[in-house]
Nanobody, 122 residues
Framework: QVHLVESGGGLVQTGGSLRLSCAAS????????RGWFRQAPGKERELVAT????????YYGDFVKGRFTISSDNAKNTIYLQMNSLKPEDTAVYYC???????????????WGQGTQVTVSS
């Protein structure tokens, strides 16, 4: 059975950093589109970062503007999201997701983690 387990969320002040992790089991992450969505209260889920299925090309949401970095460790079957210069508007539940068919993750990707809360105080 496929499981995606996020960790690393928490409370941080404006300008601080967090590193999120997502460990996969039941699939080999490198064979999937994989990455991160986030959802704030009252808002739709939005793409944070994705690694493509075919070429491992990286794409980021427009709001990132160099502050976040997605990476993968295939030996650990894990992806990461390094978040720097955090802002209050980054406050959201961050979800790890993977898709077996699409080039990039979407809001309807095949597999989702339970989410990890990121709260940035002002």
């Amino acid at each position: 059975q496929v499981h995606l387990v996020e960790s690393g969320g928490g409370l941080v002040q404006t300008g601080g950093s967090l590193r999120l992790s997502c460990a996969a089991s039941g699939l080999t992450f490198s064979g999937y589109a994989r990455g991160w969505f986030r959802q704030a209260p009252g808002k739709e889920r939005e793409l944070v970062a994705t690694i493509t299925r075919n070429s491992d090309t990286v794409y980021y949401g427009d709001f990132v503007k160099g502050r976040f970095t997605i990476s993968s460790d295939n030996a650990k079957n894990t992806i990461y999201l390094q978040m720097n210069s955090l802002k209050p508007e980054d406050t959201a539940v961050y979800y790890c997701t993977a898709d077996s068919r699409r080039t990039i993750i979407t809001s309807t990707s095949d597999y989702w983690g339970q989410g990890t809360q990121v709260t940035v105080s002002s």
